[in-house]
């Protein structure tokens, strides 16, 4: 296929898929999609690498004998892989690139770290950079598709070094401590607690999983607070204040402070985002 058309996807749209906006430019092609509840996208496949981010809901998605859980915030490449999708009971929105193999070639000089990675849920900070191509993606114009080429390559950058660190292998003891923390994001915890839960002496945990992670359990914690956030202000109609305590933020303005130093954006863009 020639570099200054649509990298390739399979069209066969089911009428279940909204898309929202959508951009095709020289070996790129990027959508924002919403698909209705208990709806199905029959096997389909993809002539070039690509990668989705999960923008609210979830769905099923099976290749072969695979199935994979993908919920709000996980991120997910493809290398050309057939797949068919289930989408849950509530619906779905995502945020999908597709880049021609050339272009994918110019932006990632690693490609083999993508590629080993492809067809896994990964979830955590990789979030936030996947949500930076979304909001790139929301304010390139007709005219420009600079910030978005460059926020996926700081995507895929970002992807390498989580990779480096070993961040999406398992690792029995730190596994039980994180699996801890995001089944309970907003409780007050105690660095002995969950040491305990992970079955090392707190210090060696807290230098484990820095650096695993890059950062400190604490704001392991914030990010995953706003993670929860972010969740709520796609599915409910809550007030922004309500979530920020309920996450455990001092105040609405604390709450926006890191909401933005986390994701790039205010609750209020983001929210209003969804709500189009």
Same mark, same amino acid.
């Given at each position: 296929?020639?570099? !200054? ?25 990027? *959508? ?26 979830? *769905? ?24 068919? !999708? ?28 993508? !590629? ?31 910030? $978005? ?34 089944? !309970? ?11 305990? $839960? ?27 607070? $706003? ?15 309500? $979530? ?25 863009? *983001? ?6």
């Amino acid at each position: 296929m020639a570099r !200054n058309g649509k990298p390739g996807e399979d069209r066969s749209v089911p009428e279940a898929r909204h898309v929202r906006k959508e951009i095709c430019r020289a070996g790129l092609h990027a *959508y924002e999609a919403a698909y209705d509840p208990g709806s199905r996208l029959p096997e389909h496949g993809h002539s070039a690498p690509f990668f989705t981010y999960v923008l609210h809901g979830s *769905y099923v998605e099976s290749a072969g004998h695979k199935e994979r859980q993908c919920s709000r915030g996980a991120v997910i490449f493809h290398d050309r892989e057939s797949h068919q !999708n289930l989408v849950g009971p509530a619906g779905t929105a995502s945020f999908n690139v597709e880049l021609h193999p050339e272009l994918w070639r110019e932006l990632i000089d690693d490609s083999h770290v993508i !590629n080993a990675l492809a067809g896994r849920v990964l979830q955590g900070d990789i979030e936030w950079s996947a949500l930076q191509v979304w909001r790139e993606f929301l304010e390139t114009n007709a005219g420009s598709t600079l910030g $978005i080429e460059e926020s996926v390559a700081w995507l895929c950058e970002a992807t390498r070094r989580a990779q480096a660190r070993g961040a999406f292998e398992p690792r029995e003891r730190l596994d039980r401590c994180v699996s801890y923390l995001e089944a !309970n994001p907003l409780e007050d915890h105690r660095l002995a607690n969950v040491a305990q $839960i992970a079955g090392v002496h707190p210090m060696h945990l807290a230098k484990l999983f820095r650096r695993r992670y890059g950062h400190s359990m604490g704001e392991y914690l914030r990010r995953r607070r $706003i993670a929860w956030a972010c969740g709520r202000l796609a599915s409910t109609d809550q007030s922004i204040t309500s $979530i920020a305590m309920q996450a455990g933020f001092a105040d609405h303005p604390h709450f926006t402070r890191t909401f933005v130093r986390v994701t790039g954006c205010t609750p209020n863009w *983001y929210r209003a985002q969804l709500a189009r």
